[in-house]
Structures are given as structure tokens and as C-alpha cells.
């Protein structure tokens, strides 16, 4: 493994089930997994997987249905200021500023003004949004509000960040763009990070590791390192060919 210390999440044989009039619908099934201090890993793998279930277990959004899951040595219970999390969809306090949205995790913790306004200010800046500070999220870009969002997620100071699909909505460009700037911010600040997509090419631009889940219910089929130095070349023979074994390994359910 590549990370730098003791494993921050471990999920231990967690499954979760959703009970419904129409039955039971088993999403994750015996999924364990151990995340690196400092780690970038991706989950991987096809629609209905239970890739973003298995990240609102890890948030603390849910609850899973037997198993275990830590952060930092401690049992999550519920979601908590060491977990920042962003979503696909944008998430953002329609009245509110930028600056405003970004502040918002430090409002409810009760930090104070200046030390408040010092960090959203540090946020803005490290995303690249300083000349938005007083903008609304409808006078922005869909790449704009993702980058507000994860500015937002970072200035609590979480020890780890967790990522669904944040890039799914935005253009091509954009979305590498966003991946580029997603990395810079990652090496910059060691952040611990749990990424979803379904998307292969991301998954190995983005990773250290990369876990592909089989289709429902989600298991872990394999465990792939991307033993390789940042940034990649998408062009380059051996990116080509772990595309596409990646692509194998996600098998006939993909």
C-alpha cells in the first residue's frame, strides 16, 4: 500500500439491506476494505452497486445493516466534522453567497468571525473563487458550484473527504479540468480520500488504489494499485491498458 500511516476508515464486513412492501433489496453484501492516512481511493463500479451507499455508511448518513465501519480508530455513529462530504448534485444554499456557503460548517460550529472569515477567505483562494466570494450560486457554472461545494466540505478542516461522483454533472472539459484541480488540492492538503464513479478513466487518473464493486448486491471483486506518478498521461500505453482491465474486471454486470 502506498498510503503514509495507520489505516484511517476501515469498513469490516459491512452489508446493508433496505426492506420494503415489495421485499428485502441487499446492496452491499460482506464489503470490507482498509483507506490509508493521506490515501486517494476510488470505488468503482457500475450503476445500482452500491457505491454511493457505501459512502453515506462511511458519512455516517446511514446505518449499515451488520458489519462495522471506523474513521480514525472510532465506530461511526453518524455523520461528524472529520467527514467532509460532497455530492454530485450541488447542494448549495440558493440565498446564501459563495463566501457564505463555504462558511456555513463553521457558522454551526460556532467559530469565530475572524477566525471564520480567515479560513472561507484560504478556501476561496485554494479553489480559485476569491473574485466570487460575493456571487450567488445562480450566477454561476456547474464547475464553479462543484469547486464552492468542495470548499465548502474542506473548511472544517476534515480529516477525510469523501467524494460522490462529483464530476458527473459537468462537461468533459470541465470535468478534467476539476480532476486536475482536485488533485493539486489532495497534494496540498493530505486529506484522506474516499471517491465514487463509474467512470474507469477517472478512476485511474485520480488513484493510488482503486476498488471495483460487482453489481447489486456490491461486493469487492478486486483491489487494483496505480503504481504510477501524477499527472498521467491518458495516451500513454500502460493508462490504456488499465483502462481496460479495469473495464475486465468489472465483469459481464458492468
Known amino acids: 500500500m502506498s498510503y503514509r500511516g495507520d489505516a484511517e476508515i476501515i469498513v469490516d464486513g459491512v452489508s446493508m439491506q433496505y426492506g420494503g412492501e415489495s421485499g428485502t433489496t441487499t446492496a452491499l453484501q460482506d464489503v470490507s476494505l482498509e483507506i490509508g492516512s493521506g490515501e486517494f481511493v476510488t470505488v468503482l463500479g457500475p450503476s445500482g452497486c452500491g457505491k454511493t451507499t457505501l459512502l453515506r455508511l462511511v458519512s455516517g448518513l446511514e446505518s449499515p445493516s451488520s458489519g462495522k465501519i471506523t ?4 465506530p461511526v455513529r453518524g455523520p ?3 467527514r467532509g462530504t460532497v455530492f454530485q448534485a450541488y447542494h448549495l444554499f440558493p440565498w446564501l453567497t459563495v463566501e457564505e456557503n463555504v462558511a456555513f460548517g463553521l457558522v454551526e460550529q460556532g467559530v469565530p468571525d475572524a477566525t471564520r472569515r480567515e479560513r472561507t477567505s484560504e478556501m476561496l483562494d485554494l479553489v480559485g473563487l476569491s473574485e466570487f466570494a460575493d456571487a450567488y450560486p445562480k450566477e454561476l457554472s456547474g464547475g464553479m458550484k462543484q469547486r464552492v461545494g ?8 476534515p480529516d477525510v473527504l469523501l467524494m460522490d461522483e462529483p464530476f458527473g454533472s459537468v462537461d468533459m472539459q470541465t470535468r478534467r479540468r ?3 484541480e482536485l488533485l493539486d488540492i489532495w ?5 484522506t480520500v474516499l471517491f465514487v464513479t463509474h467512470d474507469i478513466e477517472e478512476a485511474v487518473v485520480l ?3 482503486i476498488v471495483v464493486l460487482s453489481g447489486t448486491p456490491g461486493r469487492v471483486r478486486a483491489t487494483v494499485a496505480v503504481e504510477r506518478s ?4 491518458r ?7 488499465q483502462v481496460e482491465g479495469l473495464f475486465e474486471r468489472l465483469g459481464p454486470n458492468r
Do not use: I, M
Open 187 to 191: 497534494s496540498s492538503t493530505e486529506k
Open 178 to 180: 476539476l480532476q486536475r
Open 150 to 157: 468542495l470548499a465548502r466540505a474542506l473548511a472544517v478542516d
Open 80 to 82: 461528524a466534522p472529520n
Open 207 to 209: 488513484s493510488d488504489r
Open 235 to 241: 495516451s500513454a500505453q500502460w493508462f490504456v491498458d
Open 230 to 233: 501524477r499527472p498521467r498521461d
Open 71 to 74: 474513521v480514525a480508530g472510532e
